[in-house]
């Protein structure tokens, strides 16, 4: 077991609506340490790519990606939710559905931040349904740059995200897999890896 399934087991919380709350360490408070153990995992993971950019969305995924570049030595770029006003020309644009929220959002990133050239890791703190790394992919194929590798503190596996990003041929590179979580008795269950 690793340093996140064992924080998981430990300060983990599991809601109704197969909402997992770590907010004690992953998304609210965040725990550095923690946070820098998964950047040296994930650098182990992604050995020999040659990654220019880390692009998250916000909120929950700009802390960890701030720690985890300090491991590849390249900046970071979130996608901002933004009001759907005209962003066409200077953003690239895509819309996803907020898993925790239930509605959709705007998210966007200036053409400035994304380059033709660019290889991208791409970071988020859970993986539920995949709407969000769905609109992190459309975004980086609309600059026409290239998704190295994918990187996911959470996945929840028997939400249906992880099959549709495999199933599109990308490395994801998940550290913790939940295969079951019971509101009731709060049993979490990690898939082996
Ligand atoms: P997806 O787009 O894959 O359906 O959901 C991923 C997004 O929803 C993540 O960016 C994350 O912020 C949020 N999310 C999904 N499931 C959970 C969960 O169980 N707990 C928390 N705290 N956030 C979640």
Redesign the pocket.
Known sequence: MNCLEERILKDGIVKEG??????SFL?HQMDITLFDEMGKEWKKRFEGKNITKILT?EA??IGIACVVAQHFGVPVVFAKKAKSINLEGEMYTAE?????HKNKNQVIVSKKFLQENDRVLLI??????????LGLIQIVQAAGATVEGIAIA?E?GF?S?GRIIRNLGYQLESLAIVEEMNCQTGEIVFRKQ
């Open positions: 197969n909402v997992l709350k770590v907010d998304n969305i929950s995924g996803v559905e907020s898993f925790t988020d703190d859970f993986l539920a349904n995949g709407c969000a790394l959470i929840k939400q995200g």
